[in-house]
């Protein structure tokens, strides 16, 4: 039987879907100014498309002409806490633990958009999840499902800011919930516990120096100023959530499909050193840490390597120096010298 689209009917059939939250805006042109000031300091770092895309970013009907609606979607993937690294492993940001996201994002929209057709056939709607420029934190602010905190995450009050989140544009005119107010008060542990100083502002990241940015968008060269304060990343960083007081008593709710997959926690330094192309597509295939690369593993691996002070990876980065991957052999040569090689 079909009908018109309306509040309560979207949001149940998003929840059917899997998500865990669910909100709606009134579509419409965004303030550029936030967008804008990032550019202008150049925070974007190597990640041009946030400028070569910043009137699709700032307005959803270049993505769907018509558009009335933006459904904003939260998916938690807030686990049960695993232990902390090994002196021989390297930690990995909590997002990247399960299957990538982007395919599990993918698949509940599919099956919200299923419904909402089979409800009104005429509908034409625009399901994103990080891969169009979308600015999917905004929408969610504005849409209800939480507030961007000072650390420049999505924060929700149900699963602090452990979500990752996708839109659905609609050109059906569905009554809009309040946008969320911003609840940080005076709180700033974020910007202190940044263990680069990537949170210039607060709401804002340099990604020239976040952690997150070298370890997974960069390809290459990583300078020696950020590989010394890697600590024990090796993919990603949390260490700007987990000081987060919205974050301490969130109880674990994640996405089945997001849940951490064995060895995937935390990741042996020994076989990253080691890893092959081969290897790197059988074991990484399918998740969100096939987002650094073969190379860019290899290097975090290198890099976190040299951090250790331990001269058992001297043989393992000796070999390193004579990849073919240019950001290898620096992290090699970096990690020998920090080894006194």
Known sequence: MTGRLDSPFVKAAARRAGFHEVGIARAGPLDP?????????????????????????????RLLPGVRSVVALALSYRAEEAAPPGPAEGAVARYARGRDYHAVMKKRLKALQAELLAQDPAVRCLGTADVAPTMEKVWAERAGLGWIGKNGCLITPRHGSWVLLATLLLDREIEPDAPHPERCGTCAACLPACPTGAIPEPGFVDA?????????????????????????????????????????????????????????????????????????ARRFHGTSLARARHDGLVRNAALLAGGTADPRWRPLLEALRASPHEGV?????????????
Request: charged share 25%; net charge negative.
């Open 33 to 61: 100014r936030a967008l804008d000031r990032v550019l202008a300091q150049g925070w974007e770092a190597d990640m041009a498309w946030l400028g070569t895309q910043r009137a699709e970013r700032l307005d959803p009907a």
């Open 208 to 280: 020239r120096r976040c952690l997150s940015f070298w370890t997974i968008e960069r390809r290459g060269h990583i300078p020696d100023e950020v590989a010394a304060q890697l600590g024990r990343w090796a993919f990603g960083c949390d260490d700007c959530q987990t000081v987060c007081p919205w974050n301490v008593e969130v109880p674990p709710g994640s996405d089945p499909e997001l849940r951490p997959r064995e060895g995937q926690a935390a990741l042996a330094i020994e076989a990253l050193l080691g890893l092959t192309e081969a290897e790197y």
């Open 329 to 341: 052999r620096a992290a090699a040569a970096w990690a020998l010298g920090r080894l006194g090689g």
